[in-house]
């Protein structure tokens, strides 16, 4: 009898609820029972509520068991799970899981499917194939199917990617760079580590075909130091990319060149900032610098170079393997293609949905989440990390795209989707996001810096119930000159989760009663 | 040229140019704090912040270039807002204590918060503090002012080439500090005092001392070194209370020296301020026409040919002028300005001169400098000389001491006979200098005052023949001077004249009893003690080591005391203006060489200030052309011969003490003790 194959994630988000050791125990458990089985680390499913979501291969296809714990091994090769037999942990078929099929997994086709280190695997499924069709075209062709296909940055500014890219492509200069911005720090995302930890190949392919485009041959990942897995695997599959001719000197003998680097970051959110990110990787403080000249022109060690996000990039093989014209047909007006999104914060079935950008809010939150994991009734939803607006539930049929989500005043970020159940108290979460641009601001514009701190504690004022209409009126003009003065998004856009919860939530900011009163 | 439109009113401007240059073309003000036209743009103060259509938001008009029919409006409800909303912000935790702080009436703060600031606070939280910083003898430091502009920050990295200056900490924490909190390393440091736009940086030696309103401003040009800087001259009485640089793009930009900025303690210190008698031994204060009758008796009796002159390094070329004409009268060769030895010579004006000019070393791309550190000997000149390199179209190279100049360079070596190997074309940097559009070579008086100093020079000169640094429109030999006095008394031919002797003649002549009367102009870097027993006459500002050798003490003025000529290194003839008279009985030089010259029966025919000037303008034309340097014309100079093998060098020690007045200068001292007497000899690190 062959091994049976078992996939076991190693994602780092499995391995938070147990994976390693789920893997460990069955491993033990076959031995103990004489089963020759295969174990494989495979990347997760996205399906967060799931793990640790266990696999098995079975002539019908992969079956899913999960959320397992280690004391559910037993039962489970007791219930002949190797043969996919049932059990109350037993999801079916993967692939057929309603969660899982109805998504749009262009960028993550592979996610959850292969060995995220197999080259092979890799292959087998459709990896490489972006590559190979772009490596005879010429650079300008490249740029063209980029910019035809419609992608926007992915990290949360939503620039067309083809524009940027042609930007590079034009200047002139001994020396180009491409720089992947992995700095993934927004609160309630993950997707970008997902790519990194569990499909690395694709963002390795997705920068290779980004450097011929731009004639960049040096490309750095800036990765948070908070994601030390997600470095591993790039540095492994770097490693191996270069021993499959993948990168470096002559890449599959089309003699363009390319190398790549990891960079680990330092704990800072603002280099998530692009300008401020080339700092960091020219080894200098992480600050903002002013723009013009933008990197495109004028970027790490003033060469011109391509900044993009993770999932920007992860999204190029595909582009160029199906072509521009099947990837535009995915999305709305604008906003073309697929999104990751990630649901998270107080939700029931939370992890990584990829959609066609216009998909109802309502869609991913009650639809794909199942609304909050407390069970009661959502109240506000934060969508595009820290600083993106609080959207109330009666919002939340209005369609997730770049152009909708601006004209409510929300933004779509990174794709972060948090969460909020009618406990919350938005007084308390405005507070948090001055506090939070107070402790990340780099300090360098006024507005960021000062208003910020002032911020928080004008927002203590209000909580605590002082003079409570001039605190607000003050909070407001405050938000002002942070939104119309800051030198970067950071300092600009912190003003929107703020202003949002005063417009849409303001009982919370009147519900203190005056300190006065409190102590009688 | 693209054409853009400011507040209604259109304006062509080149390419490349940022709103705020446009609009100060205009005439129209826009406030600033972290902006300055000499340092990198940083755009974060958001002062500036302006409305340009078809932009979402205002922006930053000192890092926006314009474009082609923008339209910019600088006075608009959202602009006033947003600069009232910074200045809000900054005066949150700014310290309003103005009254006490030395930037009051001075402050760029201070006056925007007269057009964008509140009279009250809307926060009460405490503000902001941050314990200050040491920077050193000459900065004090108040950091809780700071408002993180970075202009400090961005001078010493780009400007003064030490980056020990930078921040530490973010957001709300972000400080403004020196590395490891050591002072700052730099001849240029006070110049920060200058950017800071508020009080967090301060004159320390002035502390407290004045307040900016009370000080009457002269301007006037520096004499601490031979760049002839731009000075503004801040007295409050009969006292100097500071220096600051004035703007002159072709010299000192508007950087000054620390030395130029922070001597000026000394100018009240060990003055000569009566004329003294050596009597028994001691000089004893007296009265003009007591010493001017002893000096007399004693010329009188001495013999024709045997009294001197040497001139100082900070002589103007009035005195220079006077005392030459005086000697000629006396019926004397011997007088010389050459304090060091430097084997210059009189004539021929290309051979002395700084001829590519210094703003001219902009537009040079090889450089040789040989036997000079200029870092200490010109420190201003430095700056301009590193603000070329990092354009990364200079190659520098350097014979002489390996030394931090703060731009790479490629040590050659310190052996002068290198200069022979370039003039030969068989040194790999003679194909550099040859390769270069405008090569040029900076020879130091390290180079020209050493006993082969005439063949050095003739050597450079070959170098400068061989590589083509000499052509139409370009003359890349430049001589950098270390003395004020020194080009213009060359150009007034005070060196010996037939049968004369030089310094080390005259030196040497009068420890051997064949001098009578010996005349030192402020003169007090020669070997005062190998005068023997000849009959010294010290005519100058301060009690130095010339005045206490002397028999006969004449008290002059310094150089923010008169109304006097200099010609720089470059051969630009400046005037200094009075802003302050002499001490006590002190007079200005020149006046003071014309006494003696009436004491001694040989009264000049000039009695005024404008005739003494027409009087230089015989002699040479050159001092009819005020602030220009007119190109000289080329020639053959110095001698054929072999050069020693001793090693080249600077021929300043300390920067902080190399004349009278730094000597007496307590802030000099504090300097000195700071930063150790090898400041000079800091070594280049890992380059070189």
Known sequence: ????????????????????????????????????????????????WLEPLVEVATPAGRIAYGPVTVNDVAGLFKADFLKGSPHHLSRGLTDQIPWLKSQERLTFARLGITDPLNPDDYVAHGGLAGLIKALPLSPAAIVAEVAESGLRGRGGAGFPAGIKWKTVHDAVADEKFVCC???????????????????????????????????????????????????????????????????????????????????????????????????????????????????????LWGKPTLVNNVLTLASVPVILAKGAAFYKNYGVGKSLGTQAFQLAGNIKQGGLVEKSFGVSLDELINGYGGGTHTGRPIRAVQVGGPLGSYVPAHQLTIAADYETLTSIGAIMGHGGIVVFDDTVDMARQAHFAMEFCAEESCGKCTPCRIGSTRGVEVMN???????????????????????????????????????????????????????????? | MPKLTIDGREIEVEAGTTIIQAAELLGIEIPRFCYHERL???????????????????????????????????????????????MEFLLLNHPLD???????????????????????????????????????????TAMTRCIQCTRCVRFANEIAGAPELGALGRGEHMEITTYLNQALDSELSGNLIDLCPVGALTNKPASFTYRSWELKSTESVDA?????????????????IRILPRVNDDVNEEWLSDRSRFACDGLSLQRLDKPYVRRDGKLAATTWSDALSVLAAKVKSSMTGRMAFIAGDHSDAETLVAAKDLAAAMGTTHLDCRQDGAALEAGLRASYLFNSTIAGIEHADALLIVGSNPRIEAAVFNARVRKRWLTGKLKVAVIGPKVDLTYKYEWLGDNPSILADIAAGTHPFAATLKAAANPALILGQGAVARTDGSAVLGLARKVADTTGMVKDGWNG???????????????LGFVPGTGG????????????????????????????????????????????????????????????????????????????????????????????????????????????????????????????????????????????????????????KTFYAVDPISRSSKTMAQCQAAFGEDQCQRKTGTHG
């Open chain 1, 181 to 299: 911005n992995a700095d993934e720090g927004d609160s309630g995302t993950f997707a970008d580590r997902m790519v990194m930890e569990d499909d690395p190949f694709m963002l390795i392919e997705g920068m290779t075909i980004a450097a011929i485009a731009t004639g960049a041959t040096q490309g750095y990942i800036y990765v948070r130091s908070e994601y030390p897995q997600a470095k591993l695997h790039l540095e492994k599959a770097i490693a191996i990319a270069l021993d499959h001719k993948w990168l470096g000197d002559n890449i599959l003998g089309s003699g363009h060149r390319f190398h790549l680097d990891v960079r680990v970051g330092a704990g800072a959110y603002v280099c998530g900032e692009e300008t401020a990110m080339l700092e960091s990787l020219e080894g200098k403080r992480g600050i903002v610098r002013d723009k013009p000249p933008i990197p495109a022109l004028v970027g």
């Open chain 2, 98 to 140: 103005c009254p006490i702080c030395d930037q009051g009436g001075e402050c760029d703060l201070q006056d925007q918060a007269m057009a964008y600031g509140k009279d009250h606070s809307r926060c009460d939280e405490q503000k902001r503090a941050v314990d200050k910083k040491n920077f050193g003898p000459l900065i004090e």
């Open chain 1, 461 to 520: 004022h209000i909580i605590a119930g002082t003079k409570v209409p001039e605190n607000l009126k003050l909070l407001d003009e405050l938000c002002e000159i942070m939104a119309t003065g800051s030198l970067c998004a950071m300092g600009g856009l912190t003003p929107l989760p703020v202003r949002s919860a005063m417009t849409h939530f303001p009982e919370d900011f009147h519900k203190h009663p005056p300190a006065t009163q409190r102590v009688a």
């Open chain 1, 1 to 48: 009898m062959n091994a049976i194959t078992i996939y076991v994630p190693i994602d780092s988000a499995a391995r938070s609820v147990g994976a390693d050791d789920v893997a460990e125990v069955i491993q033990t458990e076959a031995a103990k029972r004489g089963i020759e089985i295969k174990l494989v680390r495979n990347g997760t499913r996205g399906m967060l």
């Open chain 2, 501 to 652: 002797k030089n310094v080390a003649e005259i030196v040497a002549a009068a420890g051997k009893g064949e001098l009578d009367v010996l005349f030192l102009l402020g003169a007090d870097e020669i070997d005062i003690s190998g005068l023997g027993s000849t009959f010294v006459v010290y005519i100058g500002s301060h009690g130095d080591f010339g005045a206490h050798r002397a028999d006969v003490v004449l008290p002059g003025a310094a150089y923010t005391e008169k109304n006097a000529t200099f010609v720089n290194t470059e051969g630009r003839v400046q005037r200094t203006r009075l802003a302050t008279f002499p001490p006590g009985e002190a007079k200005e030089d020149w006046k003071v060489v014309a006494a003696v010259a009436e004491a001694l029966g040989k009264a000049l025919p000039y009695t005024t200030l404008s005739q003494v000037r027409e009087r230089l303008s015989a002699v040479n034309p050159v001092f009819a052309q005020i602030d220009m340097v007119a190109p000289a014309s080329w020639g053959t100079f110095g001698q054929d011969g072999s050069v020693l093998p001793q090693p080249l060098t600077s021929t300043i």
């Open chain 2, 224 to 240: 601490m070194d031979a760049l002839g800087s731009a000075i503004r001259i801040d007295t409050r009485g009969n006292q100097v």
């Open chain 2, 40 to 86: 990198a743009i940083a755009g974060n103060c958001r002062m500036c912040l302006v409305e340009v259509e078809k932009m979402p938001k205002p922006v930053a008009s000192c890092a926006m270039p314009i474009n082609e029919g923008m339209v910019v409006k600088t006075n608009t409800p959202t602009v006033k807002n947003a600069r009232q909303g910074v």
């Open chain 2, 477 to 491: 030999f430049n001589v950098l001077h270390t003395a004020a006095s020194r080009v213009g008394a060359l150009d």
